[in-house]
């Protein structure tokens, strides 16, 4: 049995009527947009093709006479375009309660039920009754009744989505005109083709500052009745040009120099040229009126320069002279003049040297420029003269520094014999008038071969030297003489150089001469290398001679306050040479390859401990051993703190092979391997078992035991037993206190070395003075090579060049290369990746 539909009450039936009306009226606007929109996109994409077209300039490309016809076409595509719209007829209220019924889920179409009557006027009770209850059920439908959103099926239509393109293409186009977005639109509708009677009249001005300042043009405005105001430096160019007219007047003051007269081009084009020399006012006059600009001239100051330090003369030969420049614009050349003292007016057969001059990074900033220069082979070599430091701008102008008085360094020569023949150049060179005390010298140098020259080849040089110098009559026979006695003199000192040492001074010169003349960083990496191999050949054979010959009575005595450089310390000044080279820094390059040579030289004068010193011998080792002991350390502890990194943890789990069935992992000896297949735990033991040996052979020589030693065992001890138990990561920090303590017992030691760490003799007195040994005015500040050694830092047995500053720019250049290189180390934290990332970032 069906179930009866609800009735729908009386009053009920109004809202039911209202409800339908909107849903109606609702369809019939989604209808009328479905078929609006299709036709709707022809229109529209037409003018979007319009637009694009201008704004692309195609109506700039065509005749002025062929646009009306282009914008005609374009009219009648658009009323074409129309046509569809045309033909839309609105939507009837069937269609519109079609759409209702379709669009709801409802049965039985109850929108067009609800909208439909009974045909004629039945009468009959049953058929009454069956369509009040079709009505009935159809009201109750009434509230599911809904209208979907427009469909247009554009998709359909426009397979392609060229829609779509058009509107890219439109955005594309638009960008592309700028600010000409609206002359490329109004164009296709500028019909008037211009006037006929020649070009357009313009005037234009700029200001052209000279190329050395490298400051860009300055723009004059010369609209009619104002007045403008203009800077620029002293030895500009001001160009006034005005196109489509000749008739231009320009009047200027005594401050604006001509600089040459105008010209006019085929095509109308008057320019007038004037070079700015002081301020002054540009009046220009033209058919469109008169403009004013005043031109304020900067002038251009010259260049200041002052030396920064005294000029230091090294060891070799060569002079370092710091100093500072500035100037506004830049600097072009810099020297340091070199005048006589005492000799002004007198002829030289050789003009004073002339040293050129490092220019700075930076001409604005207050930095120190350092240079040094070869003077060993200078006649004026140990002449004392008046220095003056002189920097030339691009403009010409000159600044002076004040005067100092100088003797110019000079090669130490140790043969008695050689330094006299260099002097007697010297004094031939600087005074040729005088050239007879010269020629008394050297025939007193051959009085007795037997004491003075007892070689025959030196006396027969001498001879021909004297006899020479008696013969010569022109200057370039007096320098024929000059270059024979320096000659004789470096024979005499160098002859019997090894080849070793012969090879070294030759790759020492070649690096120089590389420098100077700005060699590529192949050449240089190249000749370092060469430099590197003959220093390692010459202390080799230094080592053995030394072996052979313990204490030679011809060399000097030795410093108290010796300090041992080792081949790894001149290995490290190698490398700083090179990265200098590659970054630019040239004037630092040399003067630590001035640096190298005198710690070289000075080792040929060292002597030799002798053979009972045996304990500086030990406190030598002590210390190498201590430094080899640190950098051990340092690697371990790095080693440890990338194990106990929970990223390595994981890496160590993938890539572990797998044990043997008998072997159980013990703990701590799971742990990175080093170079001789030693865990981490082991590692440290030999540490720990090294320290305990060194401190043995301190107390065995007399020296107290430093407590910073005994404080780095005991956490040398505590690391190896964390290692031990698996805690790398509480290992690090026992590892760092121990670095720290063996760095401070390093420092107690040298102390003891420098004062109070002698050893009693058997009748209790001390021993001689040995290495590290303060002086008679207290601790000294020089190492046995004579080098200073308060700029040093003994601490972690590396060794800093004294003076061995760095610009800010090569500095900064090095920091972000040190930080670059670590963020691609992929093995790092990635909390210091993360810090090195915001580092660069902020740089």
Same mark, same amino acid.
């Given at each position: ?92 209220? &069937?269609? #519109?309660? @079609?759409? *209702? +019924?379709?669009?709801?889920? =409802? /049965?039985? $179409?109850?929108?067009? !039920?609800?909208? %439909? ?18 009505? &009935?059920? #159809?009201? @109750?439908? *009434? +509230?599911?009744?809904?209208? =979907? /959103?427009? $469909?247009?099926?554009? !998709?359909?239509? %426009? ?685």
């Amino acid at each position: 049995m069906s179930e009866s539909p609800a009735r729908v009450p009386a009053r009920a039936r109004p809202m039911i009527d209202e409800r339908l009306r909107a849903l109606t009226a609702r369809a019939r606007l989604v209808l009328w947009w479905e078929a609006l929109w299709p036709a709707l996109w022809w229109p529209l994409g037409t003018v979007i093709v319009f637009l694009i077209l201008s704004l692309l300039g195609i109506w700039d490309l065509l005749p002025v006479a062929a646009r009306p016809y282009g914008v005609g076409l374009a009219a009648l595509a658009l009323l074409a375009s129309l046509i569809p719209l045309v033909r839309i007829s609105p939507p009837t209220r &069937q269609q #519109a309660l @079609a759409r *209702i +019924d379709r669009d709801s889920a =409802a /049965p039985h $179409r109850p929108a067009a !039920a609800l909208a %439909d009557s009974l045909a004629g006027a039945p009468s009959d009770p049953g058929t009454l009754a069956l369509w009040e209850a079709h009505r &009935q059920r #159809a009201a @109750a439908a *009434i +509230d599911s009744l809904r209208v =979907a /959103p427009p $469909r247009p099926g554009m !998709a359909a239509r %426009d397979p392609f989505a060229v829609r779509g393109g058009l509107i890219v293409v439109l955005a594309a186009a638009a960008f592309a005109a700028g600010s000409d977005v609206l002359p490329r639109l109004t164009t296709a509708f500028d019909w008037q083709a211009p006037q006929a009677g020649g070009p357009a009249f313009r005037v234009d001005g700029w200001i052209d500052p000279p190329h050395y300042t490298r400051l860009p043009p300055i723009l004059l405005d010369l609209r009619d009745g104002e007045e403008r105001h203009a800077r620029a430096p002293v030895g500009s160019t001001v160009v006034v040009r005005a196109a489509g007219s000749a008739e231009l007047s320009v009047s200027v003051g005594r401050g604006l120099v001509r600089a040459e007269q105008p010209t006019t081009a085929p095509a109308g084009l008057v320019e007038h040229r004037f070079t700015l020399e002081a301020d002054d006012e540009l009046v220009v006059s033209s058919k469109a009126g008169t403009s004013r600009v005043v031109i304020e001239a900067t002038p251009d100051t010259p260049p200041t320069v002052v030396f920064s330090d005294e000029p230091r003369n090294n060891t070799r030969g060569s002079i370092t002279l710091t100093y500072r420049m500035r100037d506004d614009y830049g600097i072009d050349t810099a020297e340091a003049l070199v005048v006589p003292l005492g000799r002004e007016g007198r002829r030289t057969l050789v003009p004073p040297p002339r040293i050129p001059l490092a220019l700075p990074l930076d001409p604005a900033a207050d930095e120190d420029t350092r240079t040094t220069n070869d003077l060993s082979a200078s006649p004026w070599a140990g002449a004392t003269v008046a220095m003056t430091l002189v920097a030339r701008d691009h403009a010409g102008h000159e600044g002076r520094s004040e005067t100092k008085t100088v003797v110019l360094p000079q090669r130490p020569f140790t043969k008695p014999l050689a330094r006299a023949l260099v002097e007697q150049r010297r004094n031939l060179v600087l005074a040729p008038d005088e050239r007879d005390r010269v020629q008394t010298a050297l025939d007193a140098l051959l009085i007795a071969p037997e004491d003075f020259t007892p070689e025959l080849g030196v006396f027969i040089g001498l001879s021909l030297a004297s006899k020479r110098l008696a013969a010569a009559r022109t200057d370039e026979e007096l320098l024929d003489v000059a270059e024979l006695l320096w000659a004789m003199a470096l024979e005499i000192e160098d002859g019997g150089m090894s080849q070793a040492e012969r090879d070294l001074r030759a790759a020492q010169e070649a690096l120089r001469e590389a420098l100077e003349r700005g060699a590529d960083e192949d050449e240089i990496r190249r000749l370092t290398e060469e430099l590197r191999q003959a220093m390692n050949n010459f202390l080799r054979e230094f080592a053995q001679r030394m072996q052979q010959n313990p204490g030679q009575p011809n060399q000097a005595p030795p410093n108290a306050d010796a300090r041992t450089v080792t081949p790894q310390d001149l290995d490290n000044l190698l490398n700083r040479l090179e990265e200098l080279a590659r970054q630019g820094a040239t004037a630092d390059a040399q003067r630590l390859l001035d640096e190298l040579r005198n710690i070289l030289e000075n080792l040929q004068t060292a002597r030799p401990d002798q053979g009972g010193d045996q304990f500086s011998q030990e406190m030598n080792r002590a210390l190498n051993e201590l430094d080899e002991m640190m950098r051990d350390q340092r690697n371990l502890r790095d080693d440890t703190y990338r194990q106990s990194a929970p990223w390595s943890q994981q890496n160590r789990q993938r890539q572990r092979r797998p044990r043997g069935e008998n072997q159980q992992a013990q703990p701590g000896q799971d742990g990175e391997q080093g170079e001789d297949g030693q865990s981490l735990t082991e590692r440290q033991q030999a540490l720990r078992e090294r320290l305990e040996e060194l401190r043995r052979r301190m107390r065995d020589f007399g020296l107290q035991d430093e407590p910073g030693f005994g404080e780095a065992e005991e956490a040398m001890r505590e690391a190896e037993g964390q290692l031990g138990q698996g805690q790398a990561g509480d290992a690090v920090d026992a590892q760092g206190r121990a670095l720290e303590a063996l760095q401070r017992g390093a420092q107690g030691l040298a102390q003891q070395m420098q004062g109070n760490g002698q050893p009693q003799q058997a009748d209790g007195s001390d021993g001689p003075p040995r290495p590290g040994a303060a002086g008679p005015g207290g601790p000294r500040n020089e190492d046995p090579l004579g080098r200073p050694t308060r700029n040093r830092d003994w601490s972690d047995g590396r060794v800093r060049i004294p003076g061995a500053d760095e610009s800010a720019a090569v500095r900064a250049r090095r920091i972000l290369e040190e930080l670059r290189r670590r963020l691609g180390d992929p093995t790092r934290p990635s909390e210091e990746i993360e810090y090195l990332e915001r580092l660069l970032r902020r740089n």
